[in-house]
Each structure stands twice: as C-alpha cells, then as structure tokens.
C-alpha cells in the first residue's frame, strides 16, 4: 500500500499569501494518478485536481498542482478567504487507493 | 445539479449489522463507478469500497473485505453498503461519492454527498 505523507500537519497563513503544500508518496505513483481535495468544516470533499495537474470543473485557476514520481505538490496562488481548509491528497494509482493524512490551512 | 443523499446510519452495538444507502439524481447514474468513502471523527478520509457502473468489478478495504458488501441498483439510481460483524473501529462518517469519469473505475471522487454517520458502540 502506498503511503501519502503531507506537509506541513498545519499551516497558518494570511489572505493574499501564496502557499504551497507537499504530499510525498512512499512508492513511485503510477502514471501521476494523484487528486487533491479540499474540505471546509462540516462539509464534504471537494475534488480539485486530478492526474496531478489538471483542475477539476469549477475550480478557480489560482489551484495549481505539479508534481511527479513521488513528489506533488498543490500552489494556491493567493489565499482567499474561503481557501481556509483542510487539503488531501490522493494516489488512485495502486490498490488500494489511499490518501495523506491532511494538510489544515488555517488563518494567521 | 448532482446530487448524492446517503441515509441508513445510526447508532449500533458490535457485531450487528446496518445498511447504508446512497440516492443518486442529476446524473445518469448507470455511467459512473460509484463508491464508499469513510471518515473517523477528526481523521483523515479511509475508501471502503468501490463498484463499476455494471457491478461487474467489486472491491473492499482490507479492513471491511469479508463484512461488507457493496451492491448497486440502476433502475432506482441507488447504491448500499451493507455492514455485518460491525466493530467500533468501523465508527465513522460514511459518504457516497461518484467517478470523475464516464464508463470508468478510476476512483477520483468528483462528488460527494453529505455523509451518514455511523457509530459502533456498546
């Protein structure tokens, strides 16, 4: 199984900074078949990204997401306020498909 | 407008069983994988189980494989989880959530309903 670690646990951080969050995989993720969400308290996952890089519909474009092998990273270019949020990745690569524990952005 | 509505959860000692069920609308339904996704309160998010747009590919966590059983029922746009031999480890938050991808099992989860709680307890 592979293992999704995230960094950093928490983060806190102003509007208008911009922020990058890691999530290192213990194997190689096939073919960068890597999602990230997002969750605001008491609401379900937002899909923002798959296939490491690709915005999902609706998303707004200051969600960037690289990454490769078994390093991914997701930028948000400028912090808005409802960007405050718990953020997950996930590897649907291998089976069993697993996620990272979280990275929580909260507010300075 | 998508919409994924999960009921059947509730409180329920250890080693008896419950069934979850998932009303899909705003979509056509028999198209998508559908799947199971849990949260333990305060943690991270645990995929349960998933099933193909045919029920023809079934798969389960390691920790539910043997209790659980995932089925889906296109004419009612419905999917369930049935729960056996349930533990207190099972305690969760369990959401429906649909594939990104028409026809496809690639287990991106691109909607979500709003979770049924579950909580296994003596």
């Known amino acids: 199984e592979i293992v999704l670690t995230q960094s950093p646990v928490t983060l806190s951080l102003s509007p208008g900074e911009r922020v990058t969050l890691s999530c290192r995989a213990s194997?190689?993720?096939?073919?960068?078949?890597l999602a990230w969400y997002q969750q605001k308290p008491g609401q379900s996952p937002r899909l923002l990204i798959s296939?490491?890089?690709n915005r999902a519909t609706g998303i707004p474009d200051r969600f960037s997401a690289s990454g490769s092998g078994t390093d991914f990273t997701l930028t948000i270019s400028r912090l808005e306020p409802e960007d405050f949020a718990v953020y997950f990745c996930?590897?649907?690569?291998?089976?069993?498909?697993?996620f990272g524990q979280g990275t929580r952005l909260e507010t300075k | 407008e998508v919409q994924l509505v999960e009921s059947g959860g509730g409180l329920v000692q250890p080693g008896r069983s419950l069934r979850l069920s998932c009303a899909a609308s705003?979509?056509?339904?028999?198209?998508?994988?559908m799947y199971w996704v849990r949260q333990a309160p305060g943690k991270g998010l645990e995929w349960v189980s998933g099933?193909?747009?045919?029920?023809?590919?079934?798969a389960y966590a390691d920790s539910v494989k043997g209790r659980f059983t995932i089925s889906r029922d296109n004419a009612k746009n419905s999917l369930y989880l049935q729960m056996n031999s349930l533990r207190t480890e099972d305690t969760a938050l369990y959401y429906c959530?649909?594939?990104?991808?028409?026809?496809?099992?690639?287990?991106?989860?691109?909607?979500w309903g709003q979770g049924t709680p579950v909580t296994v307890s003596s």
């Open positions: 996930q590897q649907y690569g291998s089976s069993p498909i697993t």
């Open positions: 296939g490491a890089s």
């Open positions: 099933i193909s747009w045919n029920s023809n590919y079934i």
């Open positions: 705003g979509f056509k339904f028999d198209d998508y994988a």
């Open positions: 194997q190689s993720v096939t073919s960068s078949y």
């Open positions: 959530a649909k594939d990104q991808t028409w026809g496809s099992y690639r287990q991106v989860f691109d909607r």
